[in-house]
C-alpha cells in the first residue's frame, strides 16, 4: 500500500503556510517532507497529477516512519477551484484533514504581488498589473495557465475558493487559520492545530519569517534570478 497524508496545509499563497509547515515539521508525531521548495502541488499541476498516486507517494512520503499525522503543504490549493483541485483531494483521500492559512485579501494581494516580482515573473507596476489580471487569466498558456503566478485580486475571493472544498469535506476535516492570529498568537494557534491533528503537545519551532520583500529595481531582480540559475 503506498504511503499518503492524513493532512494537507493546503494554502494559499502569502498567508502564512511555510511559516506554519517549519514551525511543526520537527515534531515526534509530524511527518512533513525534509524538502518542501519546492512545494508539492500534485493535485494542483496536472502533469503531476496524470503520475498517479504512486509516484506521489514514493517522491513524498518514501520517508514516513510510524508518524501519526502525515502531511504535505501546497499553497496553490486553495485557489485551484477552476482546476478541480478539491474534486481531485476527494476523490483520492477522502478522509484527509485540510489546513488554509487565510489572510486579509489587500495585504495578501501585494504580498503575492511582490513574491512575483522576485520570482522573476512580474514586471508591470502593482496597479497594472491588477488592471491586466482577468486578461492574463483568460489568455495564459503553457504552464502559465495552471500555475498563474500573476494572479493577486482573485487569489483572495476566499469565500470562491473554499466552496469546493466545503461541499465536499465534512466541517470537522477543514482547519481555518487566520494568518494575522498566526504572526500574534502563535503558541495558542499552533496548539489548535497540534489538538486538530491528534496529536500531543511539543514545544514548535522558532522559524524565521518567509516575507517578499520589495524590489527598487524589477529588470535588475529578474537578470540576478536569470544569473543565479533561478
Not at 30 to 37: G, Q, T
Not at 162 to 173: I, S
Amino acid at each position: 500500500m503506498p504511503k499518503l497524508p492524513n493532512f494537507i496545509i493546503a494554502g494559499g499563497v502569502a498567508t502564512g503556510t511555510s511559516f506554519l509547515s517549519h514551525a511543526i515539521q520537527n515534531h515526534s508525531q509530524i511527518y512533513l517532507p525534509k524538502v518542501m521548495r519546492p512545494e508539492c502541488g500534485f493535485f494542483y499541476k496536472s502533469w503531476e497529477y496524470s503520475k498517479g498516486l504512486g509516484y506521489y507517494s514514493d517522491r513524498w512520503f518514501s520517508e514516513v516512519k510510524n508518524e501519526k499525522a502525515i502531511g504535505e503543504c501546497s499553497s496553490l490549493y486553495v485557489h485551484g477551484d477552476f482546476l478541480n483541485v478539491a474534486k481531485r483531494i476527494y476523490q483520492n483521500l477522502p478522509e484527509v484533514k485540510l489546513i488554509f492559512c487565510l489572510r486579509n485579501p489587500t495585504e495578501r494581494a501585494y504580498a503575492n504581488y511582490r513574491f512575483s516580482v522576485l520570482s522573476g515573473f512580474e514586471r508591470l507596476t502593482f496597479e497594472k498589473s491588477l488592471a491586466k489580471e482577468e486578461y492574463r487569466f483568460t489568455n495564459a498558456t503553457g504552464w502559465k495557465k495552471e500555475i498563474q503566478p500573476n494572479l493577486y485580486r482573485r487569489r483572495g475571493l476566499y469565500d470562491l475558493q473554499l466552496k469546493p472544498f466545503l461541499n465536499l469535506f465534512p466541517p470537522n476535516q477543514i482547519h481555518l487559520i487566520k494568518s494575522e492570529n498566526l504572526a500574534s498568537n502563535t503558541q495558542s494557534e499552533i496548539e489548535r492545530l497540534f489538538t486538530f491533528l491528534g496529536v500531543k503537545y511539543e514545544p514548535y519551532e522558532n522559524v524565521p519569517s518567509f516575507p517578499s520583500y520589495s524590489v527598487k529595481s524589477k529588470k535588475f531582480q529578474i537578470l540576478m534570478r536569470r544569473m543565479a540559475g533561478n
